[in-house]
């Protein structure tokens, strides 16, 4: 899966040296519709403000993000909100509040035990007292504990206005979590959403709306109720030393494979034969950057990665770029596009072929055709993909 290449005879050999600068002198492989490749500011502008936050989607939409990114968890009365996960410990400061420390609780989240606050155990009003924070330590926390957990509406709201404003077309790419527990704690989320779009005039393949899930069968079922576009996100837990895919639990399958017992993981899904199935019912595949294209360590004399950029720490500055996978074009040749994740631009989550210049992944992937990305930090993405 990772030694195939994709495009002409040498770029594939430029590609086999594994330098993204050697893709960029070719011309780049294009991409499925022939349009210029979405930007997702992903929840928000998160690599700049607390994420799911409006002033995060704001933010993303100054910088020229294309669609906004809100994932969703339902609250105890229902309302759909934005937060990565149903549990709010991360991106809140709900654990300093001493009206709530009683809340805290432990569930089965995708089989694994979790101990938190959990969406689904609040009202509305309640996470309304809370403030987001910022997600990632090593980034800017001045913004903590000003911006509310924003609601479904006030996002759709949001792009509405910001699209009137602005003269372009905000899109709405949110992704249903958990769907599985969020049905079992009885708030499940998927007609909730098909609700609100509705509402919000957005039903057909052209609305500005992409829905995205890791579990594959609410995918299907809302493949019967909707014509807005569907994503196919497909997740791993790690790259291994030699840059392949490792799968554990519960990052190996869609959640929904675990309790059908299907015995395929997420890495199935991305197999041209995976792929023809994921046409039948989503637009796009949504895979994990690695997929596409990963990195390896090198190895030392007494098998140990080295420490290429000799800073002390292995991390991805020591791993170098191999060849590109042949996922692109597979999920090319049966129509679907292609969207990855995630694009972030501090130097330490830059693979050591980009040298710390964000600018230079988004080239080196924007040239294997890819569909739309992901990104942290939109003003980035969106001058890589111009050229500017
Ligand atoms: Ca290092």
Redesign the pocket.
């Known amino acids: 899966m990772m030694t195939k290449t994709l495009i002409s005879a040498g770029l594939a050999a430029c590609l086999g040296l594994a330098t993204p600068q050697a893709a960029l002198a070719q011309s780049a492989t294009p991409t499925l519709s022939g349009q210029k490749p979405l930007i997702v500011g992903h929840r928000g502008a998160s690599g700049y403000r607390p994420e799911h936050t409006l002033e995060s989607y704001k933010l993303a939409i100054e910088q020229g993000a294309d669609f906004i990114e809100p994932d969703l968890v339902a609250t105890k009365d229902g309302v759909l909100i934005a937060r990565h996960e149903p549990v709010m410990s991360g991106t809140t400061d709900i654990a300093t509040r001493p009206e709530f420390a009683s809340r805290k609780t432990t569930r089965k989240l995708d089989g694994v035990e979790t101990t938190d606050w959990f969406a689904g155990d609040f009202t509305l009003a309640e996470i309304k007292t809370l403030r987001a924070k910022q997600a990632f330590a090593d980034r800017d926390q001045s913004h903590n504990g000003k911006y509310e957990v924003p609601t479904l509406q006030e996002i759709i709201a949001l792009a509405k206005s910001e699209s009137a404003r602005l003269g372009r077309t905000i899109g709405l790419y949110p992704e249903v979590k958990h769907s599985i527990f969020h049905a079992a704690i009885g708030l499940p989320i998927e007609d909730r959403l098909l609700d609100a779009l509705k509402a919000a005039g957005w039903t057909e393949k052209s609305s500005p709306v992409i829905i995205q899930s890791f579990e594959t069968a609410n995918l299907k079922y809302l493949r019967g109720k909707t014509q807005v576009r569907l994503s196919q996100l497909v997740d791993a837990d790690d790259v291994d030393k030699d840059g392949d895919i490792v799968l554990a639990a519960p990052f190996d399958k869609p959640y929904d494979f675990v309790v059908t017992g299907d015995k395929r993981s997420f890495k199935d899904l991305v197999t041209a034969e995976g792929l023809k199935e994921v046409a039948t019912y989503a637009d796009i595949v949504a895979p994990w950057k690695p997929y596409l294209m990963a990195g390896k360590q090198v190895l030392g004399d007494d098998g140990k990665p080295q420490?290429?950029?000799?800073?002390g720490?292995?991390?991805e500055?020591?791993r170098v770029l191999l060849p590109p996978s042949d996922v692109v074009k597979n999920a090319h040749a049966v129509g679907l596009l292609v969207h990855s994740w995630t694009f972030r631009s501090e130097p330490k989550r830059l693979a050591s072929d980009f040298k710390g210049d964000p600018a230079a992944e988004y080239k080196a992937y924007l040239a294997l055709g890819i569909d739309g990305l992901f990104s942290d930090f939109p003003d980035a993405a969106v001058k890589a993909r111009d050229g500017k």
Do not use: G
């Open positions: 420490d290429l950029n000799k800073d720490a292995i991390d500055r020591d």
